[in-house]
């Protein structure tokens, strides 16, 4: 079966830092990764995508990295803001369905 | 902001009634999925659907149904439930099947 796992469950930043947030999987054919943002009480919001022919896609505020030798996904979020503070995962897919990872619990400290 | 509602909300309700979780969508969106979702967890699909009249059940073996009469309609019905329910659901949708799902805001059901 998929593997979507995240490294770390939770993370806390200062206000104002950078914060990166990774996501691993196992599915050598996946070719198109999503980042959501799920604050407590509501469901995931798109936050940026990727495809397998890029290795990094910018949006606002967020950078998503795709390392497709060693599987690693990678957000970054610029200058995170207490609105920032949510559970991040990963979504990935091959072509048929997606695998969600666990999520990483993101805390910004005012 | 994405156009997919689930209601109710909030649910709890008894052993052994039957419920429907409805969930619809006005972006004309063919591929229609519903999640379960526990606490620090990741999603679990339990049934999708990528068209009228066509249905199928996700990974998670699930005692629920649903059905797709509708393109914007996607409801999920419980016919008794059970404690072991209780969980939140997550309906969302997509263009295609291997395009950005959108979702809803979630039903939280708990079942006594």
């Known amino acids: 079966g998929e593997s979507v796992g995240l490294h770390l469950p939770t993370l806390s930043v200062q206000e104002g830092d950078n914060s990166i947030i990774n996501c691993a999987y196992s599915n050598s054919a996946s070719d198109y990764f999503i980042w959501y943002k799920q604050e407590s009480g509501k469901g995931p919001q798109f936050i940026i995508d990727?495809?397998?022919?890029?290795d990094k896609r910018q949006g606002q505020r967020v950078t998503v990295l795709l390392n497709k030798t060693v599987k690693h996904l990678s957000l970054q979020i610029a200058a995170t803001q207490p609105g920032d503070s949510a559970v991040y995962f990963c979504a990935e897919t091959g072509g048929n369905q997606f695998y969600f990872g666990t999520g990483t619990s993101l805390t910004v400290i005012p | 902001e994405a156009d997919i509602y689930q209601t109710p909300r909030y649910l709890v309700i008894g052993t052994g009634k039957k419920i429907t979780l409805e969930c619809s969508q006005t972006m004309g969106h063919d591929k229609m999925y519903w999640y379960q979702q526990d606490p620090g967890m990741e999603l679990h699909l339990i049934h999708y659907s990528y068209g009228v009249n066509s249905t199928e059940k996700g990974d998670l073996s699930s005692e629920s149904t649903v059905s797709r009469i509708r393109t914007e309609h996607f409801p999920l019905t419980l016919e008794s439930a059970r404690p072991s329910h209780t969980s939140q659901y997550l309906c969302a949708s997509s263009l295609q099947r291997t395009d950005t799902q959108y979702f809803g805001p979630g039903t939280r059901l708990t079942v006594l």
């Open positions: 990727i495809r397998s022919n890029m």
